[in-house]
């Protein structure tokens, strides 16, 4: 069933049943009111006509009272103590079967002994007669129950008028309603079943300021995300592919030479050695590719274990130095002892490897390269500074980017794949960690680390 349906029928249900609750108890509080009023007026007239027999209980009396009342539209029965009749202004009618009931109890301010105006044709009152304390008669009063059956019949047509027009207007109210709550909806069904054919161009209109409101955002960023993710899978991929085949080119290249041609030994040795080269590149850039899918499927794992820092970075100095050494540069390692940090051995060896050989790689020969541990309270403070070329001030937001790599042609002598800081990144933020990069063309380069969870 369609959601306007169902929103429909259920607001229908419940202010229907609200509103015939409020008619029905409007309703008896109405006739109640009405038949009391009926009654007290015919009490009151009963009591004014004992009055008047009070002060003249005689027959001229008498038949004033009864005259009167057979011009009213009530009537009157005037008995003695022993309710004999001696007076009625109807005598058409029998009221006898009224007068029956017992005498003794009828309060001074008369009573009434017939009030079931929907079955009888009468309704009736009582008031005693008294003379010096003694009942000498009563007065009963009539009304016939056709004028306010009809009085009834008159205001439950009033009631079932207004009942009909507001149940029309309560069902024509909640077709609007509920059309217009979920016009909105539907609109955002159609822009995400757009979204999922691959359109991201999709435009809600502005809703109002409410939840619907935040849901219609909700869906526009998110097709706006998704265009940009597909752009960037696609870019991603167009530069896979580009990578991957330049290291193809050559290999295929230089194997049909040594292949096709009898070259002398030594230069069979300089093509192999490229071919060598290009295939260990290759491998770098998929492993490198498989450590970042692992990232995108949220696949990664770190586990962290209590590091020495020292020692762990003194391992690292012993391992970089020599490579340093022949190129001609300076390595330096400041860590102070005892300090121990949370963090995965193998990933925290592969951040300081990718970001040292960066230093070492784009710097010249008499370069020194400085990393420096401070612990600052539960943090502990990591930079890497060296005094090599330095990044273009245009460069530097993009160097964390998947293959960005500053000077293209240039790099690429020197081995890189422009996936080294991107998954430096990644294995920091897994940490918890950040970094950011501080550089000045040809004066140097500085990254700085922070890690959590410091102890020392
Ligand atoms: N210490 C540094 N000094 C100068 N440039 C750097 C340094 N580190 C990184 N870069 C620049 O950032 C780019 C991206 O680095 P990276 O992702 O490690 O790729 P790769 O090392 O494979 O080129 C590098 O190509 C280089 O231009
Ligand atoms: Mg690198």
New binding site residues.
């Given amino acids: 069933m369609k959601l306007s349906v169902k929103l429909g029928i259920i607001f229908f249900l419940i202010i229907f049943g609200l509103e015939s609750f409020m008619f029905f108890f409007l309703h008896s509080a109405l006739v109640d009111n009405r038949v009391e009023e009926e009654l007290n007026g015919l009490l009151a007239r009963g009591n004014s006509h004992r009055s008047v027999l009070e002060m003249n209980f005689d027959k001229t009396t008498i038949s004033h009272i009864t005259l009167m009342e057979s011009e009213a539209d009530t009537d009157v029965v005037i008995t003695d103590s022993d309710l004999n009749f001696i007076g009625s202004s109807n005598q058409s009618i029998h009221f006898s079967k009224y007068i029956q009931s017992k005498t003794h109890d009828i309060p001074r301010h008369g009573k009434v002994i017939e009030n079931n105006w929907r079955k009888t044709p009468f309704i009736a009152t009582v008031s005693p007669i008294e003379i010096d304390k003694q009942v000498v008669g009563y007065v009963y009063m009539f009304q016939d129950t056709a004028s306010v059956q009809s009085l009834i019949k008159h205001l439950n047509e009033h009631f079932l008028l207004a009942g009909f027009i507001s149940i029309a207007l309560t069902f024509f109210i909640i077709i609007v309603l509920s059309k217009a709550l979920t016009k909105p909806l539907l609109e955002m069904k159609e822009a995400t079943s757009q979204i999922s054919n691959g359109n991201y161009t999709v435009s809600l209109p502005k809703v109002a300021n409410d939840e619907l409101g935040d849901l219609a955002n909700s869906i526009q960023l998110l097709a706006q995300k998704l265009n940009y993710l597909t752009k960037e899978r696609n870019d991603f991929l167009a530069s896979i592919s580009h990578e991957l085949r330049t290291p193809l080119t050559y290999i295929k290249g230089y194997t049909d030479i040594v292949h096709k041609r009898n070259l002398p030994r030594e230069e069979q040795e300089k093509y192999l050695e490229i071919i060598i080269e290009e295939t260990t590149r290759l491998s770098v850039l998929i492993k490198e590719l498989f450590v970042l899918a692992k990232f995108d499927q949220n696949t990664f794992v770190i586990q962290k274990q209590q590091i020495d820092l020292h020692e762990f970075l003194n391992n690292i100095e012993q391992k970089l130095s020599p490579a340093f050494k022949e190129k001609d540069r300076v390595l330096d390692v400041f860590c102070p002892e005892n300090l121990f940090l949370m963090a995965d051995p193998a990933r925290l060896e592969q951040i300081f490897l990718?970001?040292l050989?960066?230093?070492m790689?784009?710097?010249s020969s008499g370069d020194k390269t400085v990393l420096r541990v401070i612990r600052k309270g539960t943090n502990c403070h990591i930079s890497i500074s060296?005094t090599?070329?330095?990044?273009p001030e245009k460069?530097i937001p993009h160097?964390?980017d998947r293959f960005?790599?500053?000077?293209k042609s240039r790099?690429r002598t020197?081995g890189?794949?422009?996936?080294?800081?991107?998954i430096?990144r990644e294995l920091i933020h897994a940490h918890g960690g950040t970094i950011e990069v501080k550089?000045k063309e040809n004066i140097g380069?500085q990254?700085e680390l922070i890690f959590k969870g410091a102890i020392g």
């Fill in positions: 990718n970001l050989d960066n230093a790689k784009y710097s060296d090599g070329k330095g990044i460069d160097i964390f960005y790599r500053v000077d790099t020197l890189g794949s422009g996936l080294g800081l991107a430096v550089s380069t990254f």
